[in-house]
């Protein structure tokens, strides 16, 4: 079946820091990946997506590549602020019937100032 | 554009009472869908609705949840009786036509606490 395991949490960085948060999939065919992120006290937004093996989705300083050989799509910013504290969820969408998405646990990240 | 409008945003209930939420989805958005998701977890689908019919609800415990989206816009999910585990967040989400990738929009949730 389809599956998202990203790094458990919290991982707590000081700011400028270098930031990559693991995230790998289990999925037939070729589904959408997604990377949410959630601040306290709000829903859930999404950051960025990519839709084929390759693509680079990108977003605010995030990015995350579409790795089909290595089933991953780690999501990577080089220089972390105390704004981008939140919970970070990994997704699919197996792009087919009706499009349900699939999330992960959830990595929370604390940024120091 | 206005987003996804959900209410209440907090509610505590002792458990076998029950509780219902709300959800408005951004206007035009067929697809509408409910989360449940548990302190410390992802969202886990629980409905998907297209205009007012059921696409997905194979993880609704159906012997205490329902939910419907009669005239295919907002929608209610109701807990009757509510259990200890029923504390949650509920998210409910929204999705356009135009979208040929799941592309979701959320709402900030309702935070439910069973006592």
């Known amino acids: 079946g389809n599956s998202v395991t990203q790094m458990e949490g919290p991982v707590t960085l000081s700011e400028e820091a270098f930031l990559t948060i693991n995230c790998t999939y289990t999925?037939?065919?070729?589904?959408?990946l997604f990377w949410y992120v959630q601040y306290p006290g709000e829903g859930l937004q999404l950051l960025l997506k990519?839709?084929?093996?390759?693509d680079k989705g990108s977003n605010k300083g995030f990015e995350a590549t579409y790795r089909k050989e290595t089933t991953s799509f780690h999501l990577e910013k080089g220089s972390v602020q105390v704004s981008d504290s939140a919970v970070y969820f990994c997704?699919?969408?197996?792009?087919?019937?009706?499009?349900?998405?699939?999330f992960g646990a959830g990595t929370r990240l604390f940024v120091k100032a | 554009e206005a987003g996804v409008a959900q209410s209440p945003r907090y509610k505590i209930i002792e458990k076998r009472q029950s509780v219902a939420f709300w959800c408005n989805p951004i206007?035009?958005?067929?697809?509408l869908y409910w989360y449940q998701q548990i302190l410390g977890q992802g969202p886990k689908l629980l409905i998907q609705?297209?205009?007012?019919?059921?696409?997905?609800d194979s993880q609704l415990p159906k012997d205490r949840f329902s939910a419907e989206r009669l005239k295919g816009v907002d929608s209610t999910l109701k807990i009757q009786p509510a259990k200890l585990e029923d504390s949650a967040v509920y998210l409910c989400?929204?999705?356009?036509?135009?979208?040929?990738?799941?592309?979701?929009?959320f709402g900030p949730g309702t935070r439910l606490t069973v006592l």
């Open positions: 997704a699919l969408s197996p792009n087919t019937g009706g499009f349900k998405t699939i």
């Open positions: 206007s035009g958005h067929a697809t």
């Open positions: 609705f297209q205009n007012n019919g059921v696409v997905d």
């Open positions: 990519a839709t084929k093996a390759d």
């Open positions: 999925a037939t065919g070729y589904p959408s």
């Open positions: 989400a929204s999705r356009g036509l135009r979208d040929s990738t799941d592309t979701q929009y």
